[in-house]
Each structure stands twice: as structure tokens, then as C-alpha cells.
């Protein structure tokens, strides 16, 4: 019997949410090229019609399980549900999106079966018979080859985006409805109102012309030569997440992954190192110009134009350029 | 209430890493450290909890020696109490190992909340505060911006942060873990006061191998090598004095990208 690879999929409002699909689309890769078997595992209550959808990719086949439990994320049910599945059916890898959800449940996971956990990836390599997986460390500066040394299930989350789900393959999948008896899991935690942080005065989606400042700009008063540069561009002027959690600048400013996204014609990144939760929300800009001191600083490598420099003396020279 | 601090030492964030000789890790014979991130703003909050409740805040650290400076500045903010279980020859290397090890001390501590960063800024995992809650059979919740405490009932709300703006408020019975956002207040500078005081305060040394744990049964994962991530697209850099770069960057944001 072949080894099988099962890949967790998140969904909300009705949708199978993109990392999930994203993980399929890596899975599949896996699956092909190890000879494994693929399987798409989607909890929740009354989601038939996306496990028929789940189907319609090339998958082996599609495990529906369905409780009222189930019907909202909960670290303990989810937790159980899935120890349940991963110690019965002993996948070779257990695949999950590293979205807020799963960083929430993940770790519970692989402490409650005591199995091994590699998180954040944004890829792997295949080493004779075995996988070996690539994260990033230190803010993104430096790359991890890791190998599992554990017992499977392997349990991997995926970085948002590290694969594409235009590689995403159709086929035939049969649904399996799979049930588990819950009842007995306590919920813990309650879950209270949940709301959409009250937009704030700046929508930047349709700014054309950013300027966005970093931690490089050290303290609050040094803002003031990225306001000249902004003004000078006639830019709105955005930051990273450092720089609005010292208030420096207000939350509705903030591009990233718990920010807003932008696509300007030109972004100006002065002081900003580009952590992936950055990169999210910029990256598709069409013009994007880093200034920064450290010339291995990861916005460089998404950047059109770079400056290894002191925006200190970038920022103010340019400013005086786009004067004259 | 009794609140504890994970803290962890880091790199400093300026830091250019150098790759060690086997190619595992960095080099740390010539760096400076702080407090990761996430840890210093769930310090903070802990010291807010104690404002607000009473109680004590201590500090826990798994780490070398030189942790001992970190660790001073924790108490320095105002932290109790600390203690640092000493792994100077960085044994503990996977998240779930180092979350075993603080599992094990905090069998013998009395503690109603504990925190921890979301992800630390060097391994980056984004596990630790997790597999604890686990491993010690507590409920938590991850990537916390605001804390209301009711001791009496012995509940904590804790409000998570989602993708895209959302956020949602959650309940949970103390004890509880919950793993802090960075942001999640302004964190307050060591007074002269603060500095003077934190000499005096105890920082109990813990020898691993006087912890009761067997770290053979922990899921290993192997580290084989960290590298400068090589990418195919990079950034065209400008060469020249700050004058010549300002001039070919607006010559070329205008002929060749178009932009302006
Ligand atoms: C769950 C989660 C969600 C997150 N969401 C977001 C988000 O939405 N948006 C976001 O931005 N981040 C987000 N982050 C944080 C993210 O991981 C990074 O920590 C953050 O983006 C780093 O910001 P930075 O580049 O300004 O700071 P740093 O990483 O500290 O970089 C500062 C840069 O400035 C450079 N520099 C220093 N001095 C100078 C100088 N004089 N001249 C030029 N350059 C200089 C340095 O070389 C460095 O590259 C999130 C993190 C988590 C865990
Ligand atoms: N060695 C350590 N000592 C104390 N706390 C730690 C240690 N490692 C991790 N932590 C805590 O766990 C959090 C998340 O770390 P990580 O799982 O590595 O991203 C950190 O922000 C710390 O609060």
C-alpha cells in the first residue's frame, strides 16, 4: 500500500479558502512525484458541496467530516477531530496552510500526537527517498534546509503564496464521509463577537504613488523627511507594522497581511526590511524601490530599483531632485 | 494574580548574520542580543495585568548565560522575579523540545496566566506558546491584542487578531496561555529606579540536567543547513555617490519605468 499525503482544508463563508488550495496544488506535486496517494480532509457542518468541489481536483479522494461541532473553529474539537484522522489513519504528511487558524492549531496538534511540526515552508526538496523541507528564519533573512527525524505523520504548514494555484490539477476524487464522535470534547474557549476593525480615514488601494517608511526611520520625529519626500511625489504615505505599533503612525496605514494591500504604480520602501507579512500586501505594485542600509535585506529581492544606503541621506537627497 | 512572562533572548534586530562553520546556524561569538520582539509587549502587558489586578509577574528563560541581560532588563521594566533555565550549549534546539522544557518548570509554579510572544524573531516558529498550553493541559489563544482579566471568576478575555482586518474576542478559564502581538500596547522604558531595583531581584538559576525531562521523546527535526535564500528576480542596484543614485533613479522612474 502506498504512503499518502493528506492536505487540511480551510474554508469560510461557503469558500475554500486559496492557502488550502495552495497546499492541494503542493500536495499534488508531492504526491506525484513520490508515487503517494493524495487526499483533501475538510471539517466542518453542512459543506458538502465543497468536498463535490474538492472532488473535481485531482485528488484520491476527498474525507468529509461533518459535526454541528465542527460548524465554527475551535482549537479543542479541531484538535481532536484531526488526532482522531492522523493516529488511524497514519498519513506520511499532514499538510496545512499557515494561516492564523492553523498557527492557532497546529502546535495543539502536534503536541496532543506527539509528532514533529515544520512550520511556515516555502518549499521542499526531494532527497532520494525523502522530503526535505526549506523555512525562512530571522525575519526572513535566512533559509532553513529541515529534515523530519520523527515518526510520521510529518505535520508541514505552507506559507501564504510560496506555491500558486494555477499549478492546481483537475481530476476525479469520490467524496468519503468519515464520522467521528465528538461529543465528548469540551469546548474551552468561548468565542464572542468577532468584527472588521472599522475602516480607517485612508484607503491606500487606490493610492498611485506610495511612499512607506520602516523601522529604519528609528523614531517618530525623523518622519518628517519622508512627509517631504510624499509631498515632494504628491504619495500617500504608508508603514510597516513596527512603525504603527509605536504609534507613530496610525493603523490605518499599515500595508501587509494584517494591514491593507496596495498596488500603486510605485511603491518607495525607505527602512523597510520586507518580512513576508510586508510583502503581501505590496508586492504587487508595479514599480517598487527599496532604500536600505543592509545590502542582504530580503525587500531587495522584490524590489525593480535598489539603494543600499542611509535613508537619512537618500530620502532628503531625493526629496531636493524631485523639486528641482 | 500570578502572571508569567516567557521572554526569550534574540539577536539583535540590526544584526548582519554570518553563517557558522557547519553551516547549521549563525554566529554568535561577535553579536549583541535583546528581547525578541512579541516578548517585550507581552512583558508590558503583564506588568499592566499587575497594575490593574496586583500580583506578581515573573519571567521565564531558556537560554545561555548571557540570557542574564535580557532578563535584567525584564526586571528593570518591573518583572518580580526570574528564572533562567541554563542550555548554554544550545541543546534544545526544536520548538517543541524548548516548550517540554518550560512545561517542566512551570510544574512547580503557581501562575494564572501565562504569556508568550506569537513568533519569536530569530527561529521564527510561531509554536512555543502552543505546545505549552498542550503539554500542560491548558486552553489558550494565539496572536492576542488586548486583555481583559477577571480574576475573581477566574476568566480572561482575550481579543484575537485575523486576517483582513477581523478580529475576534474569545473567553477562556485561567489558568490560560495566550500567545502576545507586537502592538499590543506602548511598552514603558526601564526607569533609573527600575535599574537599581533589578540588581536585587532574584534570578534563579535552573541547570537542565537537574530537569526531569527526557528529550529522546520528542518528534526530532533536523536543521541541515541555513543559507542566504538565493532568488532569481532581484532588485536592480544603483551604484554611486548619494547625488549620482538620486539622479538615476528619477531618470529612470521616469524613462524606464514610467512611473512618474
Ligand atoms: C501574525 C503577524 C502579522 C503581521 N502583519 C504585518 C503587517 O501587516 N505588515 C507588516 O509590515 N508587518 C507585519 N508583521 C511583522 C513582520 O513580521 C515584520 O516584523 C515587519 O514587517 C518588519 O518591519 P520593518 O521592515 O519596518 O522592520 P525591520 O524588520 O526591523 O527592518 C528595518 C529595516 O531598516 C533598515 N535600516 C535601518 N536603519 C536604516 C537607515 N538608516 N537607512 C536605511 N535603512 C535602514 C534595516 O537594515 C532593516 O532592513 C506581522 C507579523 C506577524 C507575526
Ligand atoms: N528559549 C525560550 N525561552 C523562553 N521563551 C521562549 C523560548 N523560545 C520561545 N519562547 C517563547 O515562545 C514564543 C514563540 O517562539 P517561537 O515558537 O520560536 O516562534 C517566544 O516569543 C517566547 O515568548
Known amino acids: ?324 | 494574580m500570578k502572571l508569567l512572562t516567557c521572554l526569550k533572548q534574540i539577536p539583535d534586530r540590526d544584526t548582519r548574520y554570518e553563517i557558522n562553520a557547519a553551516g547549521t546556524g549563525i554566529k554568535t561569538s561577535d553579536l549583541t542580543f535583546e528581547i525578541s520582539e512579541c516578548d517585550e509587549y507581552s512583558l508590558e502587558e503583564s506588568l499592566k495585568l499587575r497594575e490593574e489586578h496586583g500580583g506578581e509577574v515573573a519571567i521565564l528563560t531558556l537560554g545561555p548565560q548571557r540570557a542574564e541581560k535580557s532578563i535584567r532588563k525584564g526586571l528593570a521594566m518591573g518583572a518580580d522575579r526570574a528564572i533562567l533555565v541554563r542550555d548554554d550549549e544550545g541543546k534544545v534546539t526544536t520548538p517543541h523540545a524548548v516548550a517540554k522544557v518550560l512545561a517542566e518548570v512551570l510544574k512547580e509554579e503557581e501562575y494564572d496566566l501565562i504569556l508568550t510572544g506569537t513568533q519569536s524573531d530569530d527561529w521564527s516558529y510561531a509554536q512555543t506558546g502552543v505546545l505549552l498550553a498542550e503539554l500542560l493541559g491548558l486552553p489558550h489563544a494565539t496572536i492576542v491584542m488586548e486583555i481583559r482579566a477577571d480574576p475573581a471568576q477566574k476568566k480572561v478575555k482575550a481579543l484575537r487578531e485575523m486576517e483582513s482586518g477581523w478580529f475576534q474576542w474569545v473567553e477562556l478559564p485561567m489558568p490560560a496561555v495566550l500567545t502576545i502581538q507586537a502592538g499590543i500596547s506602548q511598552i514603558r522604558y526601564a526607569s533609573l529606579k527600575g535599574i537599581m531595583q533589578a540588581k536585587k531581584k532574584e534570578i534563579r538559576n535552573v541547570e537542565l540536567s537537574d530537569l526531569n525531562v527526557d528529550l529522546s521523546s520528542i518528534p526530532e527535526i533536523e536543521v541541515l543547513k541555513v543559507y542566504f535564500p538565493v532568488v532569481e528576480k532581484k532588485a536592480e542596484i544603483l551604484q554611486g555617490s548619494t547625488a549620482e543614485v538620486v539622479e538615476q533613479l528619477v531618470e529612470k522612474l521616469k524613462k524606464e519605468a514610467k512611473v512618474l
Request: charged share 25%.
Open chain 1, 1 to 324: 500500500m502506498s504512503e499518502k499525503i493528506y492536505v487540511l482544508i480551510d474554508h469560510g463563508e461557503g469558500e475554500i479558502r486559496t492557502p488550502s488550495l495552495e497546499s492541494l496544488a503542493l500536495g499534488q506535486r508531492m504526491a506525484e512525484e513520490a508515487g503517494f496517494s493524495l487526499h483533501a480532509l475538510i471539517l466542518g457542518n453542512e459543506i458538502g458541496p465543497l468536498a463535490e468541489r474538492l472532488g473535481k481536483q485531482k485528488v484520491d479522494s476527498v474525507l468529509l467530516v461533518e459535526d454541528q461541532k465542527l460548524a465554527n473553529y475551535d482549537p479543542d474539537v479541531y484538535c481532536r477531530a484531526l488526532s482522531e484522522i492522523l493516529t488511524e489513519d497514519q498519513p506520511y504528511l499532514f499538510l496545512m496552510g499557515h494561516i492564523y487558524q492553523n498557527i492557532d492549531l497546529a502546535p495543539k496538534l502536534a503536541a496532543a500526537i506527539n509528532r514533529g511540526l515544520v512550520t511556515d515552508c516555502i518549499g521542499y526538496r526531494k532527497e532520494g527517498d525523502d522530503f526535505v523541507f526549506v523555512r525562512q528564519m530571522f525575519r526572513n533573512k535566512l533559509n532553513a534546509d529541515v529534515q523530519f527525524r520523527s515518526e510520521h505523520p510529518w505535520i508541514v504548514t505552507l506559507q501564504t503564496g510560496a506555491t500558486s494555484v494555477d499549478d492546481l490539477k483537475e481530476g476525479s476524487g469520490q467524496v468519503v464521509e468519515r464520522s467521528l464522535d465528538l461529543s465528548a470534547v469540551e469546548l474551552r474557549r468561548k468565542q464572542l463577537e468577532a468584527f472588521e476593525a472599522t475602516q480607517g480615514k485612508v484607503d491606500l488601494s487606490q493610492a498611485e504613488l506610495i511612499v512607506a517608511v520602516g523601522r529604519g526611520i528609528k523614531k517618530a520625529e525623523n518622519l518628517k523627511i519622508i512627509e517631504e519626500l510624499a509631498e515632494a511625489l504628491g504619495a500617500e504615505i504608508a508603514a510597516s507594522r513596527p512603525v504603527v505599533d509605536s504609534e507613530w503612525l496610525t493603523r490605518d496605514r499599515q500595508i501587509g497581511s494584517s494591514g491593507q494591500t496596495v498596488s500603486p504604480r510605485l511603491y518607495l520602501a525607505c527602512g523597510i526590511s520586507g518580512a513576508i507579512q510586508h510583502i503581501v500586501g505590496m508586492k504587487n505594485a508595479q514599480c517598487i524601490v527599496a532604500i536600505n542600509t543592509d545590502p542582504n535585506a530580503p525587500i531587495f529581492n522584490i524590489a525593480t530599483y535598489g539603494i543600499v544606503g542611509d535613508l537619512f541621506e537618500i530620502v532628503p537627497a531625493l526629496t531636493k531632485k524631485l523639486k528641482e
